[in-house]
């Protein structure tokens, strides 16, 4: 529990400095060697899931040797470097800090009404169009992006490593890079990413609505209009055309008394989205503050929480 506790106020603190190589990179890299090796665009569509099958399976084996292998080496070398390596890669699997400097950052820039800039962060934390933004779609897109990644930038991972300690924890990261690398539903990645794709649904069924009861807890200690997002969590968050990112958007919608969701732009195609929410007002640059508020205290109850049912478990 101390591990856990120590590694979260790591990230908190330090977040992920550039300087260091990030396991979730070194996990990325993997998964492209794999599919430029794996994936033989003119098979049927079996044989191309058969080896996106493959490459999920060669992910999850080499992130967890990767993991025993070095925890095992440090350990041989001295029990405080274990501790120190088992603290630092538990705390790569977590993105508080990172989520909400991303946030705060594009807050910042929207504030100086600095459009350019903010522009330029949005377009590093989103996949849509963000050159022709309005200040209202910059507040939405990161909005949406930090109430999304609430899930699995923080909660999720604190979730597997209160189950299962560090090598649960960088095994959902792993799932979760696979689907965003290759978990697509186009016509390059429709079969070859749909077990990463499927997986990761699996592996966020529970954290997502975890999640979003934690977000209107927080909700209630910050005051915002927690009985609103409760109202739309029951009537919006199945409208995602992803089984489980709806959930933490719905309650931050209905905390805020806006609309996410709607129309966004991927290489100047439109694509449509459901919306979510019961709008009140427009988005506008506070609404990033809130949001980044909403998850920093929804981390933290997600945690104590975590640790208080597991001591109360083991004893």
Not at 167 to 195: C, I
Not at 215 to 234: C, D, E, N, Q, T
Request: with cysteine; proline share 3%.
């Amino acid at each position: 529990m101390g591990l856990l506790m120590a590694a979260y106020l790591t990230d908190l603190l330090i977040g992920d400095p550039r300087w260091i190589p990030h396991p979730v990179v070194i996990i990325g890299k993997f998964i492209s060697f794999l599919e430029s090796r794996l994936y033989k665009e003119n098979a049927n569509s079996h044989t191309i899931f058969a080896q996106g099958l493959l490459l999920v399976i060669l992910v999850m084996v080499f992130t967890l040797v990767c993991i025993f292998g070095v925890l095992y080496l440090s350990r041989l070398i001295h029990p405080y470097l274990y501790i120190a390596v088992y603290i630092w890669f538990l705390a790569s699997t977590l993105a508080v800090k990172g989520l909400g400097q991303a946030g705060l950052g594009i807050f910042k820039n929207l504030e100086k009404h600095d459009i350019h800039t903010a522009r330029k962060k949005t377009g590093e934390i989103v996949g849509r169009d963000t050159d022709n933004l309005s200040e209202e779609e910059i507040a939405r897109a990161a909005v949406e992006t930090v109430a999304e990644n609430t899930v699995d930038g923080v909660t999720a991972p604190l979730f597997y490593a209160l189950i299962g300690g560090l090598p649960l924890a960088m095994l959902y990261k792993a799932v979760n890079t696979m689907d965003s690398m290759v978990g697509y539903n186009n016509d390059h990645y429709k079969f070859f990413g749909r077990a990463a794709a499927k997986l990761d649904d699996l592996v966020n069924y529970i954290p997502a609505r975890l999640t979003s009861l934690i977000m209107l807890l927080a909700s209630f200690i910050l005051k915002y209009h927690w009985k609103r997002g409760w109202k739309v969590l029951l009537t919006d968050a199945r409208k995602h055309p992803s089984p489980n990112s709806g959930y933490s958007e719905a309650v931050a919608a209905g905390v805020l008394g806006i609309q996410l969701g709607g129309t966004n732009y991927y290489g100047g195609i439109p694509s449509r989205r459901p919306v979510f929410g019961i709008k009140t007002r427009k988005i506008d640059s506070q609404d990033i503050l809130h949001a980044v508020r909403l998850m920093y205290l929804t981390s933290f109850i997600t945690l104590a929480a975590g640790l208080m049912i597991k001591y109360l478990i083991n004893h």
